[in-house]
């Protein structure tokens, strides 16, 4: 049985059309900023985005990155969620590389408000790190891809500008969100001030992400690149498979959608529960119970990876699946078939 990988929406492969749209794009060099193609993605994605200007980044993490470090002082204190992508899983460089203070708000599914941020700033005291920015997640990967409410959104984009403070929005996955809800990437956008979005997650590009906002935190961000090595010369060649992905790949991802709640709602397992809403493409499995030898989790994992099906662990006895561009319908149903048959039992 061929291999049914669940584990993220980055493990698909480039299609045979995004190949020959790479193979036949004209190419710079990046470096010094005359690779058409770049240049091309760069003003569809800030105007999709209703941004002035966009900056082509090897990743959503560097993408991220460069949002705090083009837009806080060594020092200052950051707002997060405290499942944010941001601070979980980026490798601790908002310290390192930006030098600032995390404070972290747990929010039940993510959905973080600006009630929650305003009791978390720091006072105007020379002994606290002056707050200068608000980082939001949509939609929220460890809450089981949910959706922000964008009411919450907006008032935390015009509350914290009142404050003085800048908003950044880890959007790897909004292209979600707009599907879901209708609303148009840019308003979906507009009360932040920089958004980063990722092409090589869901949409089926090989590599890309993309930092947008006003042109003059994009012209610090292009310092910063520079200074983390993230520089490329003909990436015209990624840049044409964002580009394609753009024009071909979004709305199909009603599809994962669909998917994601196949597995949901077809789940019939006494140790095996879905216990967050699935607004999006993200399925994450409680595993109740212990083997003799293992957590629960870990013999889930290897149960499907014994059938021929890959999916992550994320986090102790839990469980994350992914529908993707490479997955269907018919496929989730042999994935059900293999999770209703897991033998683990709940003690």
Not at 124 to 143: I, M
Not at 226 to 247: D, S, T, V
């Amino acid at each position: 049985m061929p291999i049914i990988d669940l584990r993220s929406d980055t493990v698909t492969k480039p299609t045979e059309e995004m190949f020959k749209t790479m193979i036949a794009a004209p190419l710079g060099d990046d470096v010094l900023g005359d690779d058409p193609t770049v240049i091309l993605l760069q003003k569809e994605t800030a105007s999709l985005l209703g941004k002035e200007a966009a900056l082509f980044v090897p990743s959503g993490t560097m993408s991220n990155q460069l949002a705090l470090k083009a837009q806080t002082q060594p020092g200052d204190q950051i707002i997060l969620e405290d499942g944010a992508h941001i601070y979980r899983y980026e490798g601790g460089a908002s310290a390192a590389l930006a030098g600032v203070l995390n404070t972290c708000i747990e929010c039940e599914g993510g959905q973080i408000t600006w009630d929650d941020i305003s009791k978390s700033l720091n006072p105007d005291n020379v002994h606290c790190a002056p707050p200068s920015l608000v980082c939001l997640e949509n939609t929220h990967n460890t809450s089981g891809g949910r959706i922000l409410c964008q009411d919450h959104v907006e008032e935390i984009g015009s509350n914290s500008h009142r404050l003085g403070l800048r908003v950044h929005l880890d959007g790897a996955r909004l292209w979600h969100t707009h599907v879901v809800t209708g609303i148009s990437m840019a308003e979906l956008c507009s009360p932040v001030d920089t958004v980063s979005v990722c092409f090589s997650k869901a949409l089926g590009a090989p590599v890309g992400s993309v930092l947008a906002g006003d042109k003059g935190v994009i012209e610090r961000a292009w310092r910063f690149r520079k200074m983390m090595g993230g520089g490329m010369r003909q990436a015209g060649l990624l840049a044409a498979a964002c580009i394609f992905a753009l024009e071909n790949h979004i709305e199909r991802l009603e599809a994962d959608h669909r998917q994601a709640k196949q597995l949901a709602t077809g789940l019939d397992h006494p140790a095996i529960k879905v216990n967050h809403p699935v607004d999006t493409n993200i399925v994450i499995m409680d595993v109740a119970g212990k083997s003799a030898s293992q957590g629960n989790d870990e013999a889930l994992l290897q149960h499907l990876n014994d059938h021929q099906i890959r999916a992550m662990g994320f986090g102790p006895g839990r469980v994350r699946l992914i529908p993707n561009l490479g997955t269907n319908a018919e496929q989730m149903d042999q994935v059900l078939d293999v999770l209703n048959s897991f033998p683990g039992e709940v003690n």
